[in-house]
């Protein structure tokens, strides 16, 4: 208001010197603001499901000499399997059938453990798999081309189309995912980055690939696993272990 009542030159200088204020506040303001910390969002943890550990179906007589576990600095994806085995198991069997899956992969196969990092059964009980420790992220041989940063479930059974997935079986992959990838603060409903280590795979080597948080085997190699059956129910999985996760 005061500007239109200063003659020519005593106007101008004013107006700069208005603006000028106008920029050091700010400015002031601003550098208030940089250093307010801002407060950091909270992770979206899930509890970990009960995990029977790999003494309750490895024994003595079944176990073969092995490197040391190799790690990666986090897991940012789950892959979702099945083990093309028979489904009408009695649970109490679960035990040796994993032995079973463990001499297979370490005899004719002459891998250096079971490849996947978990088992789940028709009744939902988790069993850890390759050595390493349950919480920790523990490199697998699983995806062909993506065991790093990544973990494996194989659900035991063979899911083909139209047979039956015991919901006991996908709530817990649901749980079991929702904590592993929580551990990284990773959405089970979003996409992540991966790089291919093997051309073998869908993707060449080193070939940067967009993949869900939570995939099927499939979506990362030439294969029917998990099975059309099992693939279907993925999107039900995801939704669940992100309402695990406490996200909406």
């Known amino acids: ?6 003659p020519g030159l005593a106007a101008a200088v004013a107006l700069v010197l208005c603006a000028k204020g106008v920029e050091d506040a700010a400015t002031d303001q601003a550098a208030h603001q940089a250093i307010v ?3 950091a969002a909270a992770p979206h943890l899930a509890a970990r499901p009960p995990i029977r550990p790999r003494a309750a179906w490895l024994d003595g007589d079944t176990r073969r000499p092995q490197p040391p576990p190799r790690y990666d600095d986090k897991v940012v994806a789950v892959f979702v399997h099945h083990t093309d085995s028979p489904n009408s198991y009695d649970c109490a069997e679960t035990p040796r059938i994993i032995r079973y899956l463990y001499a297979g992969q370490t005899g004719s196969r002459d891998w250096d453990d079971l490849g996947y990092n978990f088992l789940v059964d028709r009744c939902g009980t988790i069993y850890e798999g390759r050595a390493g420790g349950p919480g920790r992220p523990v490199t697998g041989a699983h995806t062909q081309g993506f065991n790093h940063r990544t973990t494996g479930i194989a659900a035991l059974g063979t899911f083909t ?7 006991a079986m996908t709530d817990s992959i649901a749980a079991l995912a929702a904590w592993k990838l929580g551990l990284a603060d990773i959405d089970p409903r979003a996409t992540v980055r991966l790089v291919s280590s093997n051309s073998l795979s869908r993707y060449r080597s080193g070939t940067s690939a967009l993949l869900h948080a939570l995939s099927g085997h499939d979506d990362a190699y030439r294969t029917t696993c998990p099975g059309a059956a099992l693939s279907a129910r993925l999107p039900e999985i995801r ?10």
């Open 1 to 6: 208001m005061l500007l239109g009542c200063l």
């Open 161 to 167: 189309a139209g047979v039956p997935v015991p919901k």
């Open 239 to 248: 939704e669940r272990a992100a309402r695990l996760q406490g996200r909406r």
């Open 37 to 39: 910390p801002r407060r």
